[in-house]
């Protein structure tokens, strides 16, 4: 018996545009109405999920920033963080000095980008909307050493693993994927180590004293491999990273980007 679902965001339950379909919120309160809790599992930062999960209703436990920062919506108190510290921020900073990377740093809610960075903006605004410009995110420690959950790095393909090749040597988890319509340009996802969003799942889990094998997930991207791997039952949207796909349990015809498929997912696994 599945006992939770656990839902990406972006290109999952929002469809490109950022809203959810009327089919996916109408099967989401459907399947509440039984007792089957359904939680928000994201790369996006707490300030970008709260008015979706408040709009749907969602008032349980969340996992954001890719599982470094789990959160009670009902309270908006902290389950669980695990952030990337001093002076470990520093080091990963120095790392990337090459002027040809944009760098963002998210640290809380809030997201900091640099002239160098602005083409970064519409990529990562969905995430939260307190974005902050700084003369310069590898020099400037505007956010408390805490704080900082994510450094993403994007630039010219070679650039990206110039860099990966000097934080390979740090102790932090990365994540390096290729642009979506930009062959020659790479990405690069920085957490501390052990942050994923299938350790979120787990700490979820815990906190509903279930097993993660009581839980599906359906997902979309890179960053849902680890989810996937925690889950009882996957679901990929249609159109999903192929490396998704390839371990998931199912594939559903609702594509990504376009909703629908979250409806599709419960009505296969609870028939509501």
């Not at 006992?3 to 809203?19: E, F, K, Y």
């Not at 740093?105 to 939260?128: H, I, N, Q």
């Not at 993403?152 to 319509?181: C, H, K, N, Q, Y």
Request: hydrophobic share 50%.
């Amino acid at each position: 018996m599945s006992l939770l679902l656990a839902l990406d965001l972006d290109g999952t339950l929002l469809r490109r545009d950022g809203t959810v379909h009327p089919d996916d919120a109408s099967a989401i309160r459907r399947l509440r109405a039984t007792g089957v809790p359904v939680a928000i599992v994201t790369g996006r930062l707490y300030a970008g999920v709260r008015p979706i999960v408040e709009a749907l209703d969602l008032d349980g436990v969340h996992i954001c920033a890719n599982g470094a920062h789990v959160i009670d919506a009902a309270t908006h108190a902290t389950i669980a963080t695990n952030n990337l510290k001093e002076p470990l921020v520093s080091s990963i900073l120095a790392a990337l000095q090459d002027r040809e990377l944009a760098i963002c740093v998210m640290a809380g809610d809030e997201l900091f980008l640099d002239e160098v960075s602005r083409p970064l903006d519409a990529f990562v605004r969905t995430w939260t909307p307190e974005v902050l410009y700084v003369d310069d995110v590898r020099t400037l420690p505007h956010w408390s050493d805490e704080q900082v959950g994510i450094v993403v790095v994007v630039g010219p393909s070679d650039a990206v693993r110039r860099a990966e090749a000097i934080v390979d040597t740090l102790p932090v988890d990365a994540m390096a994927f290729d642009l979506r319509g930009e062959p020659s340009q790479r990405g690069l996802l920085l957490h501390a180590l052990g942050v994923s969003k299938g350790a979120g799942l787990r700490t979820l889990a815990a906190h509903h004293g279930i097993a993660t094998y009581d839980i599906v997930a359906v997902g979309d991207w890179l960053n849902d491999l680890s989810l996937f791997r925690e889950a009882g039952r996957s679901f990929a949207m249609g159109g999903a990273a192929p490396e998704l796909v390839a371990i998931a349990t199912d594939t559903l015809t609702a594509h990504t980007g376009h909703g629908g498929g979250v409806a599709e997912a419960i009505a296969l696994v609870w028939g509501v």
